[in-house]
């Protein structure tokens, strides 16, 4: 007797429970039902076009958090708060994440379909399983609408995949070697205009104690940056481009050459101790010390050179620029940089608010352009007039070498599918490790690429 | 209250929450784990069925095999650290003075997060400005090793930090097991006359064999599935030389976007681990229990 009892006091208990979520629920959506009907009766009396717009929430999901990227993050801030005052009825709830685990999470949000409507992403093989899997929308119509003719030419290409464009780019990096101009003086050097030289400024500089350039290979792609330029300057920019896209092969004489080469550097004690232990964050530390006197990066690292307060102006004005040297013999030339688009926004394929999501999307890229330079030193994809807006000198050498390049290597990493840039980056760091031959390098690169993942 | 207890209905409705909880998280994944190692998956297109191709390509894959001997290197290193685990704590049972803030220094490592203990060690280790090469620079030794970029000492260097975090663990549940044991028995050994080292040996150790036994499996299982501070650290590199199977599983899952590949090593993963359990409870069943009546 007992016994049933307490099942049924227990049986009756969850029912209760569960009533009253079941209550709950359907309270709610009857005072938004009463909420609803006022507010558009309210419209009507005022303004009927008001009426088709209804509250929209974009999820947008994003790099930039406070703590890493502070200007980043108060740019789109900035931006969001403009589109939202403009369109009341938009909202915009952001994720903030810091990029390794971006990725990741992008990954995983993405194997279960629960993109963000608007998000983050890479060009070329970091999008293509995106593509594929039909999770991107397809942003061709933008580019042929508002957006026509705002970008620097080629950018977007990056971001197509069989003609069709993905993603529309924010950041546009080029990567140069910045120097310490002052140890450059203490050991009277000067800027190495050809590859020899350059190989003897690397080699006093070891001789005279001082690191000669600040590297963190544990990331890997620093020093693909490298092997890059040397393959560029050896082979010509389309040496690369057709060893990874199939139309040639890694084995080339020119790409053994450069791998040879990074050898000699790292013999030459060319680069800081340990580098391969150290990341990239570690690595730039040495020059920003001023214990290694060259650091090769990408325009990203820019503000830390100009316009951020926390880097000392003293350290600022010692800081220059210069072209990665040509090689006597080689097909490459002074002007082919090593770069390409950064990231750029995609809009979710399965976005509920596809529509109103690309609106803002419109509104973030070109906002993003005027905020971008001046504020964050970013260099943006799109056009920047340079005459009405006031710029650190580096910024405008760098965007006048930019109108003057003759071509743009994306980062190998990039253009390569996952599984073969995941080979590439390890055998970089073998490569710089010693730990394989200039040979093995290669048929390591040509036996990934031609698995085609 | 028994007679309610004792109604199968009643313990069905007051365990079903944690089952169905246990379930939806931990076995449900396992057996889709296992599904997802027989696909060719890159984690957004659909999936191909490709049977046991994954398992095939992860026998002959050599970097695999490397994995599997760090992390096995790493279990056989913990498991031995037990020794001196267990010397520490007989030490500070027998009543000597400040035992307490022994026991307290050896757990703080533990309070650390993972990522906090292996910047600590990042910093200890840096090449140039590191505690480390600082002293060893002090003391005249000119070229000191690069500790985490040197594919040969990577492993040992990378070792230490994982069994520091972990000592004061084992340490805490030895010092406990020993406390357990009744003062009474030391003492009538110690009036028939038994050294300390005896007592030791033959008095305490013996009863806490059914603690030992955990935390050997506890040890080895938790090398063997091992991850965060080869993540931090080193990433596994520089070009794998201190990759364990985690590692490796989450790079070519995540990095290379192989899930399928990605999960038949998860999969592989758990085997080893259950049969490495399996193989230790074996070894060290004992006949009967020493109790301590």
Redo the contacts between chains.
């Keep these: 007797m007992?016994?049933t009892l307490?099942?049924i006091v227990?049986v009756l208990a969850m029912l209760t429970v569960l009533a009253a979520c079941g209550n709950n629920n359907k309270a709610n959506t009857n005072t938004e039902d009463n909420a609803k009907v006022p507010a558009n009766d309210g419209a009507k009396v005022e303004e009927p076009a008001a009426e088709v717009a209804e509250d929209v929430t974009i999820n947008f999901m994003h790099l930039w958090p406070a703590g890493g990227s502070p200007t980043q993050n108060q740019i789109v801030k900035k931006i969001i708060e403009e589109y939202q005052t403009a369109n009341t009825n938009v909202t915009i709830k952001t994720e903030e994440l810091e990029n390794e685990q971006y990725k990741?999470k992008l990954?995983v949000l993405?194997?279960s379909n629960q993109l963000p409507d608007i998000g983050v992403t890479w060009a070329a093989g970091f999008l293509e399983?995106?593509v594929?899997?039909k999770?991107f929308a397809p942003l061709d119509d933008m580019l042929q609408g508002n957006l026509n003719g705002k970008f620097v030419a080629g950018t977007t290409d990056a971001y197509a995949i069989d003609g069709v464009t993905y993603a529309l780019p924010l950041e546009l990096n080029i990567v140069p070697v910045y120097y310490n101009k002052e140890l450059f003086a203490n050991n009277n050097l000067e800027v190495p205009q050809t590859y020899a030289e350059f190989k003897n400024v690397v080699k006093t500089l070891s001789d005279n104690g001082v690191a000669p350039i600040a590297l963190g290979?544990?990331d890997?792609w620093t020093g693909s940056l490298w092997y890059m330029y040397l393959a560029d300057r050896f082979g010509g920019p389309e040496t690369l481009k057709s060893a990874i896209d199939r139309s040639g092969t890694f084995e080339d004489p020119a790409l053994i050459d450069a791998a040879k080469e990074i050898q000699e550097l790292v013999k030459m004690n060319g680069f800081?101790?340990?580098?391969?232990?150290?990341s990239n964050d570690?690595g730039k530390a040495?020059f920003m010390n001023e214990?290694a006197a060259m650091y090769m990066m990408g325009t990203w690292e820019l503000p830390n050179y100009t316009t951020n307060p926390d880097v000392a102006q003293e350290f600022k004005d010692k800081i220059g620029f210069f072209k990665f040297p040509t090689i006597d013999g080689g097909k490459g030339d002074l002007n082919s940089w090593v770069g390409g688009p950064g990231v750029g926004l995609f809009v979710s394929e399965d976005s509920k608010v596809k529509d109103e999501a690309k609106k803002f999307v419109e509104f973030f890229v070109e906002k993003w352009g005027e905020h971008s330079i001046t504020e964050a030193g970013v260099i943006p994809a799109t056009k920047v007039d340079t005459s009405t807006i006031e710029l650190n000198q580096m910024y405008i050498d760098l965007l006048n070498e930019l109108s003057n390049a003759s071509n743009l290597t994306l980062f190998a990493d990039v253009q390569m599918k996952?599984?073969a840039a995941?080979t590439h980056l390890?055998m970089i760091?073998?490569l710089f490790?010693n730990?394989v031959t200039p040979e093995e390098f290669a048929k390591k690169h040509e036996e990934a690429l031609s698995a085609g993942? | 209250m028994d007679?309610?207890m004792s109604?199968k209905?009643?313990i069905a409705?007051y365990v079903l929450p944690a089952l169905l909880l246990i379930l939806a998280i931990v076995y449900i994944p396992i057996i889709l784990t296992g599904y997802y190692g027989l696909m060719e998956w890159?984690?957004?297109?659909?999936m191909t069925f490709i049977g046991l191709d994954n398992y095939q390509l992860l026998l002959k894959d050599g970097e695999f095999w490397n994995s599997v001997q760090h992390s096995l290197f790493l279990a056989v290193v913990s498991a031995l650290s037990l020794i001196a685990y267990l010397l520490v704590a007989l030490v500070l049972s027998s009543q000597i003075k400040g035992s307490n803030l022994f026991r307290k220094i050896y757990l703080i490592p533990m309070l650390m997060s993972s990522v906090a203990v292996a910047q600590l060690w990042?910093k200890i280790?840096?090449?140039?400005n590191g505690v480390m090469n600082s002293m060893l620079n002090a003391i005249g030794i000119e070229n000191p090793p690069?500790?985490?970029?040197?594919?040969s000492i990577?492993l040992g260097a990378i070792f230490v930090p994982i069994i520091w975090q972990y000592a004061g663990f084992y340490i805490l549940i030895y010092y406990a097991a020993f406390k357990n044991i009744p003062a009474s028995l030391a003492e009538a050994a110690r009036i028939d006359g038994a050294s300390p080292w005896q007592i030791a040996i033959r008095i305490k150790l013996p009863l806490i064999a059914e603690v030992i036994k955990v935390t050997v499996v506890l040890a080895v299982v938790g090398s063997l599935k091992y991850f965060d501070l080869i993540y931090v650290m080193?990433?596994g590199?520089?070009?794998?030389a201190s990759e364990v199977m985690a590692s490796y599983m989450y790079?070519k899952a995540?990095?290379?976007?192989?899930?399928g590949y990605g999960s038949a090593i998860g999969f592989f993963l758990l085997i080893i681990c259950l049969v490495f359990t399996w193989m230790i409870r074996k070894l060290t069943a004992t006949k009967e229990n020493i109790e301590y009546s």
């Design positions: 007992r016994k307490l099942s227990l990741n990954k993405s194997a399983p995106y594929k899997g999770r290979n544990k890997r800081n101790k340990g580098f391969n232990g150290l570690e040495e214990q996952p599984v995941e390890n760091q073998a490790g730990a993942k | 007679k309610v109604n209905k009643v409705l890159d984690g957004v297109s659909p990042l280790y840096h090449p140039t690069l500790w985490l970029a040197d594919t990577v080193t990433g590199g520089p070009n794998g790079h995540f990095r290379g976007f192989d899930f």
